[in-house]
């Protein structure tokens, strides 16, 4: 179809094509009525090609049975769905403007990076007004449709060049009415950078999910960039766990009551997030009803004129802009150009990973060469181990070879569901990671974090990596805020007395739970030797910290603990400040936590922090190097527990310690620890520690069996279940066990490594790569596993 002749489309005359992407196109053209009478439209229609693939006509039809129902100033209205000529197609209202993805282009372009906070809070403010009546709105019985549109993003917000604010494509809305239309488990649609935390982890949304969304898009529209950028998983991950810098960090001219709002908006906590769009816009409003001077659409209309001017020239158009706008203008690209945020990429892309298709059958694929690889996996399904072997390594060099398109490679006999979407839903808790060399670079090619590390004893030191091993405290467990820098104030914990320090650490016998504190503020007044710490019984005194919080670490505790009064006291008595602590509540995640495993709970261990040859900095030179990392026990999970572990490894309460430069630790009755830096962010995270650990005495444990033949193909049997189930991080764990009892054997290697590919963990994929070539030099897959490894070492990691 030409893209510049006008061309007949039933009713509509096509004028230009304004973009073509996945499966549709869409068109400026103009409703011809009766009379000669004209309107101008945007026709969105499903390219040929794709008329009959099932679950994205299914999607586009839920679009148009949803969007016909909205009619509202800050949503696009749909006017007409129909099909012409057996196409499907979407007549919808053509809004005159940009998407604010363009908008916030344009602007860094023209040196705005970070738009000023009322033109920011004001698109925001009307993006909730659309969503809040999209989410209340009802059937004509008054039953709720429970609309949820689960795409908010820059892309599907556009703006008018006379000021009006509209969200578009609700074409993964979810409703109650869209019944032909359900997600699959696992299967997780949109933009991941704004995805909610229940969103990432594949579950129900509700109209909150909306809410996260679009503090997401107010966070980048005052900062210059996201919140979190990186690789999908890691994304997610700190997404889904709210570890991310609050805008003041990267903004510290934010108003701080705009900051609070979006920090609301961006609460991992449902509790504390806004529980609804209307919430989050009278908390905006108030903001632009607080300013020197009022905000307008007029404001925002006068502001994309002057960023689209040299566009709208070239249409000969000429819209007006006062003079004083125009001033006012001026002084933002000065204000701003003193001090820019760093440029982050912004994805445009949409992540969609499509359900299995019925047993028995192969999807759909653009690809002939991702046929041609699908058949050949699909006749070594029901095969012997050998061939299915072949199969797995099929499939893990075309994840690697980025030829995954439209369908999901499932259904593939034994293989099942490996590479369905449930397995970014399963990535985000699982307790598996990548083992890359002790004291290796933490970063990869492209600057981004890589997983945390897992090393097996024995080792004779462990090296932490300060951007790397670090124990994120998100803003949830600030208890006392907004104190003064300058003034003197004393932390402690008056729940009264408690035995003293064991000289030996272990499980149980360590007393009360351990309360630690993390005190924030700038680099100068505070130094780092007082930022993290143990919450003492005895005041301790510090200065120059803006905010104090108080964690602990792991899960909920199965024991029921009493309650700890912590308490802030300042010079004067109106400073003084108490804090009820539950030890029984959900502590810090150690999912970043470098991790040692293979201890043995009979043997007492010594551990020391050391410095290394590149200081330990987590704000920065003058801040000071770091001198404390935290541990906590390692406990395996409940099915693969050993029998002989101690009480706590099976129930779940974890010892967890501090750990200082130039002191000595020991710890006994643990399987493994996990320790890292404790921090707000990792932004400005360079160097690292060191810590020794050494053995006291020789386990007095007899040394185990003989690894029985049956016992390794009963695990083998669990790791291809596991992965016909598309559970790769099951097929590691169990993969461990197995390569303890057998480190030679064949299957356990290659299923191993290709449990690590699918999971993102390619350096752990290429070491089983290779230890199996050095084992197995002719075996049946030998040139099948050479080629994964060259991928492996050649390619960046999947994403």
Known sequence: MSTERNQRFGRYELQSLLGRGGMAETWRARLVGAAGVTKPVLIKMVLPEFANHSDFISRFVSEARISSTLSHGNIAQVFEFGRVEGQYFLAMELVDGQPLHRVLKRAAKLGLPRLPPPLAAYIALEMCRGLHYAHTRTDEKGAALGIVHRDISPDNVLISYEGQVKIVDFGIAKARMARDFETQPGVVRGKYLYFSPEQAKGLEVDAQ????????????????????????????LRLAYGEFPPPRQLRPSLPAELDALIMSALSVDLSARFRSAHAFAEGLAEFLYSQPRSFSSQDLAHGLRLLFREDLQKEGRTLNVPGSFEEEFASWRTSEARSRPPSKPHPRETLELPAAPPPGTLPLARSTELDRTVLDASRLSGEPPTQLLGAIGLLSRLWLSRKWRVAG???????????????????????????????????????ELRPPAVIAYPVSELTLEADRDVIIVPPKFRAFVDLDPARTYALGDASGPTQGEPEVLAPGDEGPTRVFYLLSGDADPLPAALRLGQVPLSPMRFSGARSVALFRLGPPSPRSTPWRN??????????FQAMTFDPDAEG?????????????????????????????????????????????????APESAPRNAPRSEREGALLQFLLTFGTEQRVRGVLGLRCGFIDDSVDDNSGALRVRIEAQEPSSRPPPKKARSADVEALVQQMRHRLQAGDSGGVISVGEKCLSLAPQHAECLLMSGTASTLAGRPDEAARLYRRFLELHPRHAQTEVVKGLLSDLEGVDPPR
């Open 588 to 636: 810090l995640l150690l999912k970043r936590a470098l991790t040692l495993t293979g201890l043995d709970p009979a043997v007492t261990y010594s551990l020391k922090l050391e410095s290394t040859d590149r200081d330990a900095l987590l704000h920065g030179p003058k801040a000071g190097p770091a001198r404390t990392v935290i541990c906590a026990q390692w406990v395996p």
């Open 566 to 575: 912590i308490r802030l006291a300042g010079r004067t008595r109106e400073e």
């Open 209 to 236: 999910s909306d809410v996260w969304s679009t503090g997401l898009v107010l966070y980048e529209m005052l900062c210059g960039q996201p919140p979190v950028t990186g690789t999908q998983a890691a994304v997610m």
């Open 409 to 447: 490679l499932t259904s593939l006999g034994v293989l099942g569901t490996v590479l369905t979407g449930v397995l970014i839903a399963r990535a985000l808790p699982s307790d598996t990671t990548s083992t890359p060399t002790a004291g290796s670079d933490s970063r990869s090619v492209t600057g």
